[in-house]
């Protein structure tokens, strides 16, 4: 029996086409600004993102730590939502890197308020107070179950940060699953960012790669960073064709995706396992096993042995499922009915 990995997106292999267009991507050095298929990468990220600038890097974390070196002095203050990737899956980097405050605000789905920022944020010099610098808005949000930013929202916080001088960077490692939701150009979302990290290895289907756009003069020190950071490859259009590729192929499929898990959150509820379809917005699915008394740790075994993989959510007692590039609908048939009968039968253990 082979296992359906539902674990995550970044689990997903990359397609022949994929593959093609890796080998065949004219190469140079791209430290010395020499790899054609890089330079076309970045300018494409930036007419599609409505930004000025773009810098290629091996991953979404290295993007985003490179957006708080660029923009943020040792000992500012930067706010975001409290569960964000930055502020807890990125081993302290604000703190270690870029010598930063992290601030956390309780959000709904992820999401905060021009508000919230607007309560907290230290504006002027202060003799006690961090300076503020930055709102950081993850879009989509992954441990919220990679929830979109509502439009309006975004437009709040864009204003109420404008106003007061703050810089906003987007974590969008999932921003074109965001767009591709709410059926607007990705540069609706990202057009008014100081910065931006997208990241080709989730939905996308790369196996590595992402990168940094933003504003040309918040850039300007990014590349002497990347290379602080060890991130300036040689080849790396290897890589860059790998994205151009998927920005070309696998942006509007992830509709599929988000459909897919849909169908099954909503097979799952409708067997009365605890997933609540109204909050799938993307391709998270999660499974929230607190109040049945079952470990989590025994289902996702059990899970497993039924032939489908779970990984554990951010929440204690919560399953997460995430549909991807390699699952199909076929796929999603199956592993509900593997889901199902191994939770039945977990109960009765
Ligand atoms: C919202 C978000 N930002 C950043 C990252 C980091 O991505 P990478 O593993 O490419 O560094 C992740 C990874 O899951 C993520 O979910």
């Known amino acids: 029996m082979t296992s359906i990995d539902l674990?995550?997106?970044?689990?997903?292999?990359?397609?022949?086409?994929?593959?093609?267009?890796?080998?065949?991507?004219?190469?140079?050095?791209?430290?010395?600004?020499?790899?054609?298929?890089?330079?076309?990468?970045?300018?494409?990220?930036?007419?599609?993102?409505?930004?000025?600038?773009?810098?290629?890097?091996?991953?979404?974390?290295?993007?985003?730590?490179?957006?708080?070196?660029?923009?943020v002095q040792r000992g500012q203050e930067i706010l975001g939502e409290q569960h964000s990737h930055m502020f807890r899956y990125e081993a302290g980097g604000p703190a270690f890197l870029a010598g930063a405050v992290v601030t956390g605000l309780n959000g709904d789905a992820g999401v905060f308020t021009g508000d919230d920022v607007r309560r907290i944020a230290q504006v002027r010099d202060s003799e006690h107070r961090p300076r503020t610098a930055m709102a950081v808005v993850e879009d989509t949000h992954n441990v919220s179950g990679a929830r979109v930013w509502p439009l309006g929202a975004l437009d709040e916080l864009y204003d109420t940060c404008a106003e007061l001088g703050l810089a906003v960077h987007i974590d969008g490692a999932r921003v074109f699953n965001a767009a591709v939701a709410q059926r607007v150009p990705v540069a609706r979302i990202t057009g008014r960012a100081q910065t931006v990290a997208v990241c080709f290895s989730k939905g996308l289907g790369c196996p590595a790669g992402a990168a940094l756009v933003g504003r040309a003069d918040v850039l300007a020190p990014a590349r002497r960073l990347r290379q602080m950071l060890g991130g300036s490859l040689r080849q790396a259009g290897v890589l860059a064709g790998a994205a151009r590729y998927a920005l070309a192929h696998h942006v509007d499929r992830l509709a599929t995706d988000h459909a897919l898990a849909r169908e099954f959150a909503d097979r799952l509820a409708e067997a009365d396992l605890p997933v609540d379809p109204g909050t799938v917005e993307t391709n998270f699915v999660f499974m929230d096993l607190s109040a049945t008394g079952l470990s989590r740790d025994a289902a996702r075994e059990r899970l497993a042995q039924e032939g489908v993989l779970w990984s554990n959510a951010h929440h204690?007692?919560?399953l997460r499922a995430v549909t991807h590039l390699n699952i199909g609908a076929a796929d999603i048939a199956t592993a509900a009915d593997r889901t199902i009968r191994a939770i039945r039968a977990a109960r009765e253990d």
């Open 316 to 318: 204690p007692g919560v």
């Open 7 to 71: 674990r995550s997106d970044v689990m997903t292999l990359p397609t022949q086409g994929m593959l093609r267009a890796m080998t065949n991507a004219p190469l140079g050095d791209e430290q010395e600004r020499e790899d054609p298929t890089v330079l076309r990468l970045e300018e494409e990220l930036v007419e599609l993102l409505g930004q000025e600038a773009a810098v290629f890097v091996p991953s979404a974390t290295m993007a985003n730590q490179l957006a708080l070196l660029c923009q």
